[in-house]
């Protein structure tokens, strides 16, 4: 038994669910989707694409078949890593970005190649288990969804009108998602007969149609009438990479995060810092413990600006920030007194969808996939249901950085799924926590609470959470004690306070721990609507 504290209550009506097969994800239908997938007989990675692909019909204001996607697998023996990101186009380099301060949001100028597709061929083809070929089977629940209509909720209509704001004017965009001239009310069916139709084709050619066929020269042709550099190649020559996760010992166990180009390291790199504090000496939530954790997560996110980039032009292997030397040095920066005041870039605000999948072989899957900024680039192929990623804007345009734009690389990223190992190397969690900025932050969060101070899965999401922005500005949730408030304000951290549920910006979480026992204890976002579901 993993001896999980049960009593610890945060403002939350959820409890912890407890199974031998489970999903958690941001949105209930979706969850059910993946559900239904393990009941049919699937595994941990066919659950996990079901849901995935659902999701692009169910919360499009984060995600979408234009989406990015990272996933970790534990097979039941090892870990595996995939990097499905997508590169800039060939013809991309800083020239083309000439008098700008900062890359494109919006628009076709921030479009990099889709890599969510490729994620679940990749992994069907190597994990999944129903018998049914390519994708066939598992698209089913997205493309009834999106045929036959589903009810948005009220945070999802919220979030839709605030993405309609903003993007109503990008090619494309409203005839997808205002058909009536409108977004969708809450509680209001929604179709995308579109969507249904793309999905099939993705499923019948096995991707193919994605990246080769039909849709990439629909994807293509509309690029072409509005000036954009993306191409028929380099659609054809993206690939899903198989990648070696990073490790770094924590609380008896290991956390592992995929490598650059995704922001993980900076949830690794905080870890270290913090076990050369020895930070369990310290309650959570008490004054020493959260100075140490906002601390540690700066020095993190300042090495994260400066070098990250895509891991073919790191200026050095990643892992040297992970050195324990290293770790000590950075450790020692840090005033236990005084609030610190790092330099480095304020992280942008995103949207994006986390979920977990387990099955009763032991199988587990974290996976992420994500438009970026919400809708992303705004950009929707007409006739197709396919909203574009904005990924193009993480790259820098400072030619000196590692990060700066240039064809065929891959620009930073800020999705980043995580698991846990125990002591023994053997599963312990699959989590992750989406938002952007708050991803790299969340993980930190729920690692120390789950990990280190043993709370359950559902007291850890439901825990108040606080956000590093820049500077000595720190975000935190209204739940934080106010006599603790006011010690961290007289240690300097320059505290604003947020209600999460008005704010959207302290992330979701979703995560599944494995007990010793063999059966798994699954929690989801209590600030948003997600549902975890066992059987």
């Not at 139709?197 to 072409?224: D, H, M, N, W």
């Amino acid at each position: 038994m993993l001896n999980l504290d049960y009593n610890i209550s945060y403002a939350s009506h959820r409890v912890p669910m407890m199974g031998h097969n489970a999903v958690a994800t941001s949105q209930p239908l979706a969850a059910q989707a993946g559900i239904q997938m393990l009941q049919q007989g699937g595994n941990a990675v066919d659950a996990a694409i079901a849901t995935a692909m659902a999701l692009t019909v169910l919360e499009p204001t984060g995600n979408g078949i234009g989406s990015d996607a990272f996933a970790i697998v534990w097979d039941g023996q090892q870990l595996h890593g995939l990097n499905a990101s997508g590169r800039a186009p060939a013809a991309w380099n800083p020239a083309r970005f000439a008098g700008l301060s900062a890359m494109p949001e919006v628009g076709w100028e921030a479009v990099t190649v889709p890599g969510a597709v490729s994620a679940w061929v990749t992994l069907a083809k190597r994990f999944a288990r129903l018998p049914l070929t390519q994708l066939a089977q598992l698209a089913q629940p997205a493309i009834h969804y999106a045929s036959r209509g589903f009810p948005v909720s009220p945070l999802i209509a919220h979030l839709w009108q605030r993405g309609y704001d903003k993007l109503k004017h990008q090619p494309g965009f409203a005839a997808c998602f205002a058909p009536q001239g409108r977004t969708p009310r809450a509680g209001e069916l929604f179709h995308n007969p579109d969507q249904a139709a793309t999905l099939q084709k993705i499923a019948a050619s096995g991707g193919e149609a994605f990246y080769r066929g039909e849709l990439a020269e629909k994807i293509v042709a509309f690029a072409r009438q509005h000036g954009a550099a993306l191409s028929l190649a380099d659609l054809q020559q993206h690939r899903a990479d198989w990648v070696t996760v990073l490790s770094r010992p924590f609380a008896g166990g290991t956390v592992q995060e995929l490598p650059p180009n995704g922001q993980g390291i900076a949830a690794l790199i905080a870890l270290g810092i913090l076990e050369q504090w020895e930070i369990g000496r310290y309650a959570p939530d008490s004054v020493p413990w959260l100075h140490l954790s906002i601390e540690a997560m700066k020095l993190a996110l300042c090495d994260l600006e400066r070098y990250v980039s895509d891991a073919d032009h790191l200026e050095f292997p990643a892992e040297h920030l992970l050195s324990d030397a290293y770790l000590q040095q950075r450790a020692q920066l840090i005033d236990p007194e005084q609030a610190g005041d790092f330099t480095f870039g304020a992280p942008r605000q995103s949207g994006t969808v986390y979920l977990s999948t387990a099955d009763a072989s032991g199988m587990m899957v974290s996976f992420i996939q994500s438009n970026y900024m919400g809708f992303g680039s705004g950009v929707v192929v007409p006739g197709t249901g396919i909203s574009l990623q904005n990924r193009g804007c993480g790259f820098s345009l400072d030619p000196q950085h590692p990060n700066v734009v240039a064809g065929g690389k891959r620009p930073f990223h800020t999705l980043i799924p995580a698991f846990a190992l125990n002591g023994a190397g053997q599963p312990l969690m699959a989590f992750g926590v989406m938002g952007g900025p708050m991803q790299a932050q969340g993980h930190l969060q729920l690692a120390l609470r789950i990990m280190q101070h043993k709370q359950n899965p559902q007291a850890a999401i439901d825990a108040p959470r606080w956000r590093v922005v820049q500077g000595r500005e720190v975000v935190m949730e209204t739940g934080i004690d106010r006599n603790v408030l006011a010690r961290l304000r007289a240690m300097g951290h320059h505290i604003t306070l947020e209600d999460p549920l008005l704010g959207y910006n302290f992330g979701g979480a979703q995560a599944i721990v494995r007990d010793a026992q063999g059966f798994y204890i699954a929690a989801s976002e209590s600030r948003k609507d997600g549902q975890a579901l066992v059987y």
